[in-house]
C-alpha cells in the first residue's frame, strides 16, 4: 500500500517556518587610538568593573585593556546613577565583576557606540535546520546579543551560497526581508524575518 504525503492531495507545499539562533561565542575587540602605542590597537575586555561613588551617586565603567601594551580605556556604564534606581541586586553584581554581566556588555554593540567605538566582528555560530532554496521558508534568525554581522554573511554561510548567487535572489525578490532591507548590507542585530521565495 502506498503511503499518502500531504502532496497528493494536490495541496501546494506548506511554507514552512525555521528559525535560527545566532549566538556571540567571544566579545569583539574595540579599534582605537592608544596614546602610548602611538597607533590604532585593539582594546579588549577585561572582564572589570570599575565603580566610583561620589555623594549619592555612582559612576560605572567597564575597563578595557589595550591588547599591545595594557593601557587602560573605560567605557562608561552608568554616569551619575543612585544606586536605588538600580535593578535588585545589580550593584552586587558590578561590584564582583559578574563574568555574564560583563560579557553582555562588551557584545553589546549599542552599548560600544554609546562609547564612541566601533566593535569588530565577533565569533559567532548559527544553529538552526538548514533548506534548500526550492523550500518556500520564513526564516527568522534571532540574536539575544545585538549583533553586528551581516545578514548575508549568515545566511550565505549556513546554506552555502556564493556572494553572487546571494546578490541575485535578493535583487530578484527572492530572498526579501520584512521590514524590508538592503538584504547585501544590513547587520543582523537582534534579528530580522527573510523570506525566501
Ligand atoms: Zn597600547
Not at 500531504?6 to 556571540?24: L, Y
Not at 567605538?117 to 540574536?143: A, C, H, M, R, W
Amino acid at each position: 500500500m502506498k503511503t499518502a504525503n500531504k502532496n497528493d492531495f494536490g495541496k501546494s507545499p506548506e511554507i514552512k517556518q525555521i528559525t535560527w539562533e545566532a549566538r556571540c561565542l567571544s566579545a569583539p575587540a574595540v579599534r582605537k587610538y592608544c596614546k602610548k602605542c602611538g597607533r590604532k590597537t585593539d582594546f579588549v575586555s577585561s572582564g572589570q568593573f570599575r565603580i566610583n561613588a561620589q555623594k549619592k551617586s555612582l559612576d560605572i565603567w567597564l575597563i578595557y585593556r589595550c591588547a599591545a601594551c595594557k593601557t587602560s580605556w573605560n567605557a562608561e556604564v552608568f554616569s551619575r546613577i543612585s544606586p536605588q534606581r538600580m535593578p535588585d541586586g545589580m550593584l552586587e553584581r558590578f561590584t564582583r565583576n559578574d563574568e555574564t554581566l560583563a560579557a553582555q556588555y562588551a557584545m553589546d554593540c549599542d552599548f560600544l557606540r554609546r562609547n564612541g567605538v566601533d566593535p569588530g566582528t565577533p565569533s559567532y555560530n548559527v544553529s538552526g535546520e538548514e533548506f534548500s532554496l526550492e523550500e518556500q521558508v520564513v526564516l527568522t534568525i534571532k540574536s539575544p546579543q545585538a549583533l553586528p554581522v551581516k545578514v548575508s554573511a549568515i545566511i550565505r554561510e549556513k546554506l552555502k551560497l556564493s556572494q553572487r548567487v546571494f546578490s541575485d535572489l535578493a535583487s530578484e525578490g527572492k530572498i526579501r526581508s520584512i521590514p524590508e532591507k538592503d538584504l547585501n548590507k544590513c547587520r543582523l542585530n537582534h534579528g530580522i524575518i527573510v523570506i525566501f521565495n
